[in-house]
T-cell receptor, first 113, second 113 residues
Framework: EAQVTQNPRYLITVTGKKLTVTCSQNMNHEYMSWYRQDPGLGLRQIYYSMNVEVTDKGDVPEGYKVSRKEKRNFPLILESPSPNQTSLYFC????????????FGPGTRLTVL | GDSVTQMEGPVTLSEEAFLTINCTYTATGYPSLFWYVQYPGEGLQLLLKATKADDKGSNKGFEATYRKETTSFHLEKGSVQVSDSAVYFCALTRYNQGGKLIFGQGTELSVKP
């Protein structure tokens, strides 16, 4: 089944404790991205990747890092999480950046205390 | 910059009622327009899309027409069902924006039997 998977689905952590949210797609898509969803703000892009080893900042990159060492994986790294990073995070992928349709993962609900 | 504005929710309707969720956008050039749906506890799914002016996107009884003169992409359904209860997001993307989707804030729809 073609899908985007994220782990963990739920995470409660404390300020300053490094964490990684994994994202994997099995559709051989070149393009992957991360969004955060906050009430009243919709979804905002954090980082994106056009292909392996090519990443760039989205609209709200502060406090996040990403890597794209393999085509299928695009982990989101929070080196020193803070409470304002409490949010619902979605990974998405598409065949290319110019593709009309993006496929979203199920989401990771992160709480930083 | 580009932006999308949706009507405020929540919207509560009785089963078989007519649904309209308003969406207007601000963007230069000719964006592609989308409606995504998020069912409780799930990720976003593409509901329908339109890539040029006067195009009508449709799926599962939902429709939306790309109106460039009014910069709108209103979502409509003639007869809603309880299973349509979800959050609906209007979004746009432009060709030279690295695949980034710009989302509205989302509109929660609740359909009562």
């Amino acid at each position: 089944e073609a899908q985007v998977t994220q782990n963990p689905r739920y995470l409660i952590t404390v300020t300053g404790k490094k964490l990684t949210v994994t994202c994997s797609q099995n559709m051989n898509h070149e393009y992957m991205s991360w969004y955060r969803q906050d009430p009243g703000l919709g979804l905002r892009q954090i980082y994106y990747s056009m292909n392996v080893e090519v990443t760039d900042k989205g609209d709200v990159p502060e406090g996040y890092k990403v890597s794209r060492k393999e085509k299928r994986n695009f982990p989101l790294i929070l080196e020193s999480p803070s409470p304002n990073q409490t949010s619902l995070y979605f990974c998405a992928s598409s065949p290319t950046s110019g593709s009309d349709t993006q496929y979203f993962g199920p989401g990771t609900r992160l709480t930083v205390l | 910059g580009d932006s999308v504005t949706q009507m405020e929710g929540p919207v509560t309707l009785s089963e078989e009622a007519f649904l309209t969720i308003n969406c207007t956008y601000t963007a230069t050039g000719y964006p592609s327009l989308f409606w995504y749906v998020q069912y409780p506890g799930e990720g976003l799914q593409l509901l329908l899309k339109a890539t040029k002016a006067d195009d009508k996107g449709s799926n599962k009884g939902f429709e939306a027409t790309y109106r460039k003169e009014t910069t709108s992409f209103h979502l409509e359904k003639g007869s809603v069902q309880v299973s349509d209860s979800a959050v609906y997001f209007c979004a746009l993307t432009r060709y030279n924006q690295g695949g980034k989707l710009i989302f509205g804030q989302g509109t929660e729809l609740s359909v009562k039997p």
